[in-house]
């Protein structure tokens, strides 16, 4: 039986869990709360580094209650990027510690490839068009010939940001997705945002200022202009991702991303796929976060599928895209 460690910190959530075959068997985790403003990477990384010997300690007392030792965890698997570099460093370090001192190999995993295999697993959907969208990052996503295809993305800040960007100038706390989504459900009236796909990419940054100069400008009510930036952002990451779908004739589709925890968002990709025949998928609230679990998880799949990182190849890379990445555990159609 194959147990594999998972570390996770790409930004603000440290998280260390334990999947064994196919099955979770403990998370533990560590967030870390800018006092104000976003997240300051060096901060965020002070907090990795002075909560990761807890969190690991933590996560393996977990496994222990389960029945598991140490002596049983076969390889190491951490987030090698994309992210913040400081962060990334930091948990990679202690990654390449673990690994030599029990003496297993390391796995490095792109994160935007463990969104994507948690959701598979958790909804059981085996060839989606994935609309992956954090903090971050906003791609969609499918695999073709051994590779995951970035189909469309952002052209510059990913929508978690923007929204985050938005609920700063509101004077409201990190994270900001899920509070400009409570003032977005009392508004009512639509305000003018600029809708920027170009091709398949997108553009959010100016959504960020016009919604700004909505507020401070023209005297909108707050709740309207939350409203309006919903509306239109997440109608441009739907068009796109339903474009991708009628392209390559999929009838599946995947949400993945802190951000897909939106209910509108949900709502509206759920529409789309309803009206053109297709099942929508979307994994429970804690995967679609970062969590420790989807890291162990796709190193087991690395694993199995002989695919370990030698310590000289363990580098971080904070621009890591996900079609860098050689699929070694998929079938290639
Ligand atoms: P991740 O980087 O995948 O952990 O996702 C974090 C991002 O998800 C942050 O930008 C949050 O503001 C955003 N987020 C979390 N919950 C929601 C929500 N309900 N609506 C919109 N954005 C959200
Ligand atoms: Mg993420």
Known sequence: MTLILGLEGTAWNLSAALVSEERAVYEAESTYKPLHGGIHPREAAQHHASELKKVVSRAFRGAEKEGFSLRDIDAIAFSQGPGMGPCLRTVATAARALSISLNTPLIGVNHCIAHIEIGRWRCGTKDPVVLYVSGANSQVLAYRSG??????????????????????????????????????????????????????????????T????????????????????????????????????????????????????NRRLQQMLQ???HDRGANFYVPENKYLKDNGTMIAYLGLLMFNSGNTTPIEKSAVNPNYRPDEVEVTWRDVE
Do not use: W
Request: charged content about 20%.
């Open 210 to 261: 016009s919604a700004k100069d909505a507020i401070n400008l023209h005297h909108h009510k707050t709740e309207d202009v939350c409203y309006s930036f919903q509306e239109t952002a997440f109608a441009m990451l739907t068009e796109v991702t339903e474009r991708a779908m009628a392209h390559l004739c999929k009838d599946e589709m995947l949400l993945a991303g802190g951000v897909g925890a």
């Open 271 to 273: 529409t789309m796929c």
């Open 147 to 208: 590779r995951y295809r970035i189909l469309g993305e952002t052209l510059d800040i990913g929508i978690g940001n923007a929204l985050d960007k938005l609920a700063r100038y509101l004077g409201l706390s990190h994270p900001g997705g899920p509070k400009i989504e409570e003032l977005a459900s009392k508004g009512a009236e639509y305000v003018y945002m600029p809708y920027v796909v170009k091709g398949m990419d997108l553009s959010f940054s100016g959504l960020t």
